[in-house]
């Protein structure tokens, strides 16, 4: 397993851009695919992005398409979600999670994050 730290929430106003970032630790993390989630209050958690173990295959909410964008350096052993355009409805706490040897689905992960706050003021 590994222990999965996020970073880079904050508030930030509509249209504007903010990176996240999850560092992992413990061993193989290019062995497993990341994916970032995000909950906003009194709602549940949703699928935001993921990337597959290979770093070839993306996939991402409809919601964030266009927007977001997924990437992972192993030699750091971080993946980052970079934010553009964001709007109100943007506002989380934002988890990443991980997946040994997955090929970046909405599901199965078994490893998560604490969280960081995103919220995107109007």
């Known amino acids: 397993q590994v222990q999965l730290v996020e970073s880079g929430g904050g508030l930030v106003q509509a249209g504007g851009s903010l990176r996240l970032s999850c560092a992992a630790s413990g061993r193989s993390f290019g062995s497993y695919a990341m994916g970032w989630f995000r909950q906003a209050e009194g709602k549940d958690r949703e699928f935001v992005a993921a990337?597959?173990?290979?770093?070839?295959?993306?996939r991402y909410a409809d919601s964030v398409k266009g927007r977001f964008t997924i990437s992972r350096d192993n030699a750091k052993n971080t993946v980052y979600l970079q934010m553009t355009s964001l709007k109100p409805e943007d506002t989380a706490v934002y988890y990443c999670?991980?997946?040994?040897w997955g090929a970046g689905r909405e599901t199965g992960y078994k490893s998560w994050g604490q969280g960081t706050q995103v919220t995107v003021s109007s």
């Open positions: 999670a991980a997946d040994q």
């Open positions: 990337l597959s173990w290979s770093g070839t295959i993306t």
